[in-house]
């Protein structure tokens, strides 16, 4: 074995809590690129360079070089359930080379050390042991990596006496149709998809009990405090942990409400944000789990959980190059606010872009653009307030306007993972529709989608509005195969009797739209 280095740990950005989505009130009453052939008759502008950048290789993901691993440990924690898996998530090492490094781990507890165990190396860098049933009490566990600068480390794992855990959280159809809808944004990122998880869910849904008996500020949306009825964690990773999650790579997105919405509509409320839109479209999410409660203080809490993806673009951009049919305008009611002292006030639609392999981004020059004439924006840069180092957002300052194409162009100089430093620079291009609305679909099997279309920020539903659904051939030739309106909620269902797999597009009387692979 050829030892490696290891390098100064850091936290991602994505690892904590992301902040709130506060809309409480309002709502009392295979195309690599991910690119697609836009409808309004120009393709899509390639982002440069595409796919793969030069320091986004399969070997090592695209986080370091071959000689490093960098270890995430765990924190020491009770844990009120048993843990199926105890380990280590490593920063985007390639399971074939953490599978040469001769790892070990040990577990000692009351009546002495757990046999038996194997190493299990799972595709988003993750080094798990499958733990067996374990009595009550408190565990050491030893992570082991010989021929390292670091060559061990340990925590503590207490098994409560008595689980003060709720029930298993069971996966319900809002749950399915949650991850309908968030997966059919990340297909047309060519992001793989988000899969359901129950230690997940079962903590999502803890903390949403917490916050309907404690409000949203007892301290905050996102922590907890101890003593108060419900307390299951202090903050978001050590809810997880607690019910079962196995690192500290995870994060939490809701919304503040009194009666609940379409799962739908509570994906695309949260993708019509900045700093919430980052989050979920993350090329590194993996696992979610959801849990709601209604009345005066109820919430939809999202936990995330992420790990290392193997196969990353050089940058995730939202809109997409070459989308069609984006609302014109949008409220922020956004917490943290991504706008100056811009809460509940009404701007143009929200860009974000993601440099999934970069660590820090520096002289960082962004403009938007229609034609020529330069559009005003209020610019979220790198590092500033919430907003990570590898991240950056543009909201601009007045509505769009409708029926436009607009350009985005970003300029930066970009510290890679691996420690490279290169200059990066997109430039791509979309279009607004005819309106505020903004469209989601959750294609909830080959046979049924819902529809729901909303204003952008606010989430007002947007009642008897009609939509017609066409399959996409090409940027210019199109064919219809449904129409309807949408009902009080903003939702209208479609079914088809079969079809293969091909893109579509929902598009409203106002030409607002939304391309989904169905």
């Keep these: 074995m050829t030892p490696r280095t290891t390098k100064t740990l850091r936290r991602l950005i994505i690892a904590g809590a992301a902040p709130v989505l506060a809309l409480g009130s309002l709502f009392s009453g295979p195309n690599p690129n991910g690119l697609t052939a836009p409808i309004s008759g120009y393709w899509p502008i390639h982002l440069v360079p ?4 030069p320091y986004s290789t399969p070997e090592n993901n695209g986080y370091e070089t071959a000689n490093q691993i960098s270890p995430i440990i765990p924190l020491s924690y009770v844990a009120w359930r048993e843990p199926h898996l105890l380990g280590v998530q490593f920063i985007g090492d390639a399971p074939r080379n953490l599978a040469s490094d001769q790892f070990s781990l040990t577990i000692k507890g009351p009546r002495g050390y757990v046999t038996g165990l194997k190493a299990q190396y799972f595709s988003n860098g993750f080094v798990g042991w499958k733990v067996p049933s374990l009595p009550a009490g408190k565990y050491r566990v030893t992570f082991m990596a010989p021929g390292f600068q670091q060559p061990q480390s340990s925590w503590t794992v207490t098994i409560a006496k008595s689980p003060r855990a709720i029930s298993p959280v069971p996966e319900t159809s809002a749950d399915q149709a949650s991850l309908a809808s968030l997966n059919a944004y990340r297909a047309m990122l060519d992001e793989a998809p988000v899969a359901w998880n129950q230690s997940l869910a079962d903590a999502a849904m803890a903390h949403a009990r917490y916050l309907a008996k404690n409000g949203y500020n007892a301290p905050s949306f996102h922590m907890e405090e101890q003593g108060r009825p419900g307390f299951s964690g202090r903050t978001p990773w050590a809810r997880d942990l607690v019910y079962g999650w196995p690192s500290i790579l995870d994060g939490e ?21 900045v700093y919430h839109r980052l989050s979920l479209l993350s090329a590194n999410l993996f696992f979610s789990g959801e849990g709601s409660t209604t009345g005066k203080t109820g919430a939809v809490v999202m936990d995330l959980g992420y790990g290392y993806s ?27 606010d991504p ?3 811009g809460y509940g006030n009404r701007y143009g639609y929200p860009i974000t872009v993601d440099f999934p392999t970069v660590e820090t981004l520096k002289d960082v020059r962004v403009g938007l653009f229609e034609g020529t004439e330069r559009v005003a924006i209020y610019k979220d840069m790198p590092g500033v307030n919430s907003m990570a180092e590898n991240q950056l957002g543009m909201v601009p300052r007045y509505p769009l306007n409708p029926n436009t194409v607009y350009s985005v162009e970003v300029f930066a100089t970009a510290t890679f993972n691996s ?21 989601a679909v959750a294609p909830l099997s080959p046979h049924h989608i819902l529809v729901s279309v909303v204003r952008a920020g606010n989430g007002e539903p947007d009642v008897h509005t009609l939509v017609r659904i066409y399959r996409v051939f ?4 199109q064919q219809m195969v449904g129409t309807g ?24 009387q106002s030409g607002n739209s939304d391309e989904f692979w169905w």
């Design 50 to 53: 595409s796919l793969f950048g």
């Design 253 to 273: 997105v809701g919304i503040e409400w009194t009666q609940s919405l379409p799962p739908v509509a509570v994906i695309q409320d949260l993708v019509d944000t």
């Design 310 to 336: 193997n196969k990353l673009p050089l940058a995730i951009t939202y809109p997409r190059p070459g989308q069609t049919g984006l609302p014109t305008a949008w409220v922020d009611l956004e917490s943290p």
């Design 339 to 341: 706008v100056p002292n």
């Design 419 to 439: 420690g490279i430093t290169e200059p990066v620079n997109l430039h791509w291009r979309f279009s607004t529709g005819g309106d505020t609305e903004s469209v």
């Design 474 to 477: 090409s940027p210019t030739r």
């Design 485 to 508: 309106r949408t009902g009080l909620s903003g939702t209208w269902n479609f079914e088809r009797k079969k079809g293969m797999r091909a893109l579509y597009n929902v598009v409203t």
